[in-house]
């Protein structure tokens, strides 16, 4: 296979199926939109939308010193992680840099799953393998042993709960347990990317075509629909989660970021501590830039990499930027220097095309689901 030949999910033929627009994405070819990105989006706040999101990278780390081994490969404390619950956290450089952000499940005592963003699935699974060095601890590229199908929004208990007796009602946010749906054996995670409830389910990929036809059977009744990635990233984009290679780049340290609260110092070393301590320490003393919302006052669209400016000066870079159909007006988030960080500070503007249009300052998120 060509380095330039895309690869494809075990649910190519449905998507297809389904009439997708398909796009290169970190070398995969994945839905983009199925119709209106719009009405997808809608879907997922009100009722339901199922994603495809085989693309992840799972890596699989096991052994009796599995624990202590991530807890030096990570910037979190991993070994205080219960079995059958899950953490978000990040692989730093040993400058402090962001590698990637992840998810943590901890399957079994000695058994973690990593899954890291699909265009560093290979950086994360290499820096794994390089810092294994000296442990009593195997890291195994499981990219191809997964399927990864979400199902997401209000009704998307109800749809699950029609096709598992697993019990949902007590898989808690941040947790993942084994069970069978529509008769397939999974790993059922609530670890969503959308604002909403919602469920990831880990499969084989033999079995994801019968449990995608399952959930879309399932889901008729309650408007559930299929979603592509345009919609997932303004669903996340208005829950103000942030995106490797956005939000988030080996240029910043998650103090930059705004995320230093990942960061557990208390466990003792890990690779980037020394950097981060640093870090720590320049933030308390000059506060970086902060990231924060833009809502635009017009209707002209803030893309990344656009600068934000305020009484004829660069404040700021759009980081992300899109329409947001909940709001009905366009968004950003951006990183801006602190002194115009508050909500509502005035006189800020996103230089589009030279045109200085006006934006209001907001705290992110722009949309919490009511509970």
Partial sequence: MSSTELRHTALDAVHRALGATMTDFAGW??????????????????KAGLFDLSHMGEITVTGPEAAEFLNVALVGNIASIGVGRAR??????????ILDD?????????????????????????????????FDAEV???????????VQGPESPGILKSLTDADLDGLKYYAGLPGTVAGVPALIARTGYTGEDGF?????????????????????????????????????????????????????????????????FDKGDFVGRAALVEAAARAEQTPPRVLVGLIAEGR???????????????????TSGAP????????????????????????????????????????????????
């Avoid at 978000?88 to 840099?97: L, S």
């Avoid at 992840?102 to 290499?126: G, H, K």
């Avoid at 990831?200 to 994801?208: M, S």
């Avoid at 036809?213 to 008729?220: F, R, S, Y």
Wanted: aromatic share 6%.
């Fill in 29 to 46: 070819d994945m839905p983009l939109r199925y119709g209106s990105e719009r009405d997808e989006h809608l879907a997922v706040r009100t």
């Fill in 88 to 97: 978000y956290t990040m692989i730093c450089q040993a400058d402090g840099g």
């Fill in 102 to 134: 992840l998810i943590v499940y901890r399957l079994a005592e000695t058994e973690y799953m990593v899954v890291a963003n699909a265009s560093n699935a290979q950086v994360v699974l290499d820096a794994l393998g390089e810092r294994a060095g000296g």
């Fill in 140 to 150: 195994r590229d499981d990219r191809d042993a997964y399927a990864l199908i979400a």
């Fill in 200 to 264: 990831e389910l880990f499969v084989r990929p033999e079995h994801a075509v019968e449990l995608w036809q399952a959930l879309t059977k399932a889901g008729e009744g309650v408007g559930l629909v299929p979603c592509g990635l345009s919609c997932r990233d303004t669903l996340r984009l208005e829950a103000g989660m942030p995106l490797y290679g956005h939000e988030l780049t080996t240029g910043l340290t998650p103090f930059d970021a705004g995320l230093g609260r990942v960061v557990k």
């Fill in 300 to 318: 002209r669209v803030p893309r990344a990499g656009y600068t934000v400016v305020a009484g004829g000066k660069v404040i700021g870079e759009v």
């Fill in 324 to 371: 947001s159909p909940t709001l009905g007006k366009p968004i950003a988030m951006a990183y801006v220097d602190a002194a115009h960080a508050a909500p509502g500070t005035e006189g800020v503007g996103v230089d589009i095309r030279g045109s200085h249009e006006p934006y209001e300052v907001v705290a992110l998120p722009f949309y919490k689901r009511r509970k």
